[in-house]
């Protein structure tokens, strides 16, 4: 399953609105949250993180992204940005995520 199908399902049943996404949630996540080292492309090891921080799930391989993540292997923060706003329709969705993602670093935390 996808980034992107995973969340539809949690904001208003799939029935997506469609709307303007905000930049500065699209720059939080993939510069924040996904290119942990900053330079400018999202390794391999950067997407497991990434994802295995959203489903709570280890990530051994790149063979067990979701097919989203797999696509964003060896992009460019531009390029990943682009892909998720194209992904992300609804900014309910990026809310999840940066929501999501903020509570389980949270809890590993303590």
């Known amino acids: ?3 992107r199908d995973r969340y539809q399902r949690r904001v208003r049943g799939g029935n ?3 709307m ?3 930049q500065e949630k699209i720059d939080k996540i993939v510069d924040g949250f996904m290119d942990l080292d900053h330079d400018g ?3 391999a090891e950067e997407c497991m993180k ?3 921080s959203l489903s709570g799930e280890e990530v ?3 063979d067990e992204l979701d097919c989203d993540m797999k696509e964003m292997v060896g992009a460019t923060a ?3 940005k682009e892909m998720i706003r194209r992904m992300c329709s ?3 969705i990026l809310d999840t995520i940066i929501a999501n993602y903020e509570e389980v670093h949270q809890q590993s935390q303590r």
């Open 1 to 3: 399953m996808c980034i």
């Open 16 to 18: 997506l609105l469609r």
């Open 20 to 22: 303007v996404v905000s």
């Open 41 to 43: 492309t999202l390794t």
């Open 50 to 52: 990434f994802q295995a």
């Open 60 to 62: 051994r391989s790149v």
């Open 78 to 80: 531009a390029a990943a």
């Open 90 to 92: 609804d900014e309910d």
